[in-house]
Nanobody, 121 residues
Framework: QVQLVESGGGLVQAGGSLRLSCKASGRTISSYAMGWFRQAPGKGRGFVAAISYSGVNVGYADSVKGRFTISRDNTKITVYLQMNSLKPEDTSVYYC??????????????WGQGTQVTVSS
């Protein structure tokens, strides 16, 4: 029902910037909250940033606050993650997520395929 396609990952030097994009498609996708998570090899998947369906409410992990900015363009049905002042510890596979809780209490949760971000020293 929902498909998420990520792009924008790559190799960058410490202190540099990247912008990740997640193009979403599917029924009622504009009603979903969306976010970014990341996972390094051998480690768990952790929260990075999220944005409400309206785009007015945002949240960030403490580790990226002040450096990363999440935004969405509902006309393009795309969510972005602008990453500035990148650090080697930001190296991870970054995953796009779409989430919505139905009136019944059931949750709809979808994931993209991931895009690699590598930050060199």
């Amino acid at each position: 029902q929902v498909q998420l396609v990520e792009s924008g990952g790559g190799l960058v030097q410490a202190g540099g910037s990247l912008r990740l994009s997640c193009k979403a498609s599917g029924r009622t996708i504009s009603s979903y909250a969306m976010g970014w998570f990341r996972q390094a090899p051998g480690k768990g998947r952790g929260f990075v940033a999220a944005i409400s369906y309206s785009g007015v409410n945002v949240g960030y992990a403490d580790s990226v606050k002040g450096r990363f900015t999440i935004s969405r363009d509902n006309t393009k049905i795309t969510v972005y993650l602008q990453m500035n002042s990148l650090k080697p510890e930001d190296t991870s596979v970054y995953y796009c997520n779409a989430y919505m809780v139905l009136a019944s209490g059931a949750a709809l949760d979808y994931w993209g395929q991931g895009t690699q971000v590598t930050v060199s020293s």
